[in-house]
């Protein structure tokens, strides 16, 4: 079956630090990738999307490239502030007809200090 | 703007009531989606719809119910709660189009305690 594994949180960093949080997925087919965001009390926003191999999706500083090879899509960001600190959520869904869900990971918190 | 909202934002009912939580969605989108969100689990899909008068089971459909008479409300019904149901509720909606177009909006949320 369809699968995503995020690394486990929480992360907390120091402003301006650099962000890696880490995804990969297991898929039967070419899937399309994402990742939302979630603030505190609200809910789920996309933050960006990629949908083939080597497609880079980016979004308010933060950026993460689709890679086949490692089925990894991994989220990165230069410079966090604590604005950033929500959960992290990594998806995939399949392309084709039908296909309308979303298979998400487990989520990661971000916790950003000043 | 399109949006698309939940209600009530928090509920508080007795075990064995039954309870309904409302979802409405102005963006004309024929899917729609409950989750419930509990710590360790992230995300768990309950029921889902593509259409007027399709209904689909998720992961953890048991002692939830879901009707779609028109294209804009999904109400997720709770038979007969139980503690085990105490979770936050999310809403979500997104275009019949496939793959990369299955971005999901979702709702601001509903925070179910049973008691």
């Known amino acids: 079956g369809n699968s995503v594994t995020q690394m486990e949180g929480p992360v907390t960093l120091s402003e301006e630090a650099f962000l890696t949080i880490n995804c990969t997925y297991t898929?039967?087919?070419?899937?399309?990738l994402f990742w939302y965001v979630q603030y505190p009390g609200e809910g789920l926003q996309l933050l960006l999307k990629?949908?083939?191999?080597?497609d880079k999706g980016s979004n308010k500083g933060f950026e993460a490239t689709y890679r086949k090879e490692t089925t990894s899509f991994h989220l990165e960001k230069g410079s966090v502030q604590v604005s950033d600190s929500a959960v992290y959520f990594c998806?995939?869904?399949?392309?084709?007809?039908?296909?309308?869900?979303?298979?998400f990971g487990k989520g990661t918190k971000l916790s950003v200090i000043p | 703007d399109a949006e698309i909202t939940q209600s009530p934002r928090h509920k508080i009912t007795e075990t064995g009531r039954q309870v309904t939580l409302a979802c409405h969605q102005t963006?004309?989108?024929?899917?729609m989606f409950w989750y419930r969100q509990d710590l360790g689990h992230g995300l768990r899909l309950i029921h889902y719809?593509?259409?007027?008068?399709?209904?689909n089971k998720g992961e953890v459909s048991d002692g939830y119910s879901v009707s779609r008479s028109n294209t804009e409300d999904l109400p997720l019904t709770l038979e007969s709660a139980a503690s085990s149901q105490t979770s936050v509720y999310f809403c979500a909606s997104s275009e019949s189009k496939g793959g990369a177009y299955n971005e999901q909006f979702f709702g601001p949320g509903t925070r179910l305690t049973v008691l």
């Open positions: 998806a995939l869904s399949l392309t084709g007809a039908g296909s309308y869900q979303l298979t």
């Open positions: 990629a949908t083939k191999a080597d």
């Open positions: 963006w004309n989108h024929n899917n």
């Open positions: 898929a039967t087919g070419y899937p399309s």
């Open positions: 719809s593509y259409g007027v008068h399709d209904t």
